[in-house]
């Protein structure tokens, strides 16, 4: 059962240092995972300064198709921290730890087939804001030839965060392989 309070992100700076600590151990013991390796980390790196410095936001994008891969992904982004977005329904089965750490975290929750207005404000206050890049991974999305991206600047919408009924305006969006 769903409480139907939305899980309000708070990030904590405590509960972040402390999963910096615990997470490569609950990554050995719990997912049996013993190293990850990053591919062009020198891309994400310069990515990673541009945002730092203001001069772009920053989407993190990546395929999810096992419960290992927000925890991979946090573990080998150590360069910064991450706005992660999440299926609401993850808080059901995923314990109390994770009700407890997530909004703590910063992290979104998002809510599939329903009125998604507080994950939906959420994000656009951290899209505005630029305090965190933000990492998405859509559900299952693992199909043959899913493993390139186009190249290129790509052109993507953007409405104001005040001013959700806005007419969208073009930005540039180049995706890097990573």
């Known amino acids: 059962m769903q409480s139907d309070a939305f899980p309000t992100p708070h990030f904590?700076?405590?509960?972040?240092?402390?999963?910096?600590?615990?997470?490569?151990?609950?990554?050995?013991?719990?997912?049996?995972?013993?190293?990850?390796?990053?591919?062009?980390r020198a891309t994400l790196k310069a990515e990673l300064a541009a945002f730092r410095e203001g001069r772009q936001r920053l989407i993190i994008a990546f395929r999810h198709t096992a419960v290992e891969d927000a925890p991979l992904v946090l573990m080998g982004i150590r360069e910064s921290h991450l706005a992660v977005l999440y299926?609401?329904?993850v808080l059901n089965w995923a314990g109390?730890?994770?009700?407890?750490?997530?909004?703590?975290?910063g992290f979104i929750a998002v809510q599939n087939r329903a009125t998604n207005r507080d994950g939906i404000q959420y994000l656009r206050s951290e899209a505005q804001s630029g305090r965190f890049p933000i990492a998405l991974a859509p559900e299952g999305q693992s199909k043959p030839g899913?493993?390139?991206?186009?190249?290129?600047?790509?052109?993507?919408?953007?409405?104001?965060?005040?001013?959700?009924?806005?007419?969208?305006?073009?930005?540039?969006?180049?995706?890097?392989?990573?």
């Open 96 to 105: 109390s730890i994770t009700k407890f750490i997530f909004p703590r975290l």
């Open 12 to 40: 904590k700076p405590s509960v972040h240092r402390f999963v910096r600590m615990a997470g490569p151990l609950y990554m050995r013991l719990a997912l049996g995972v013993k190293k990850v390796v990053v591919f062009n």
């Open 146 to 178: 899913s493993q390139t991206l186009p190249s290129g600047p790509q052109r993507a919408g953007r409405r104001s965060p005040s001013s959700p009924s806005a007419s969208a305006t073009s930005t540039q969006t180049t995706p890097h392989p990573l």
């Open 87 to 89: 299926g609401r329904d």
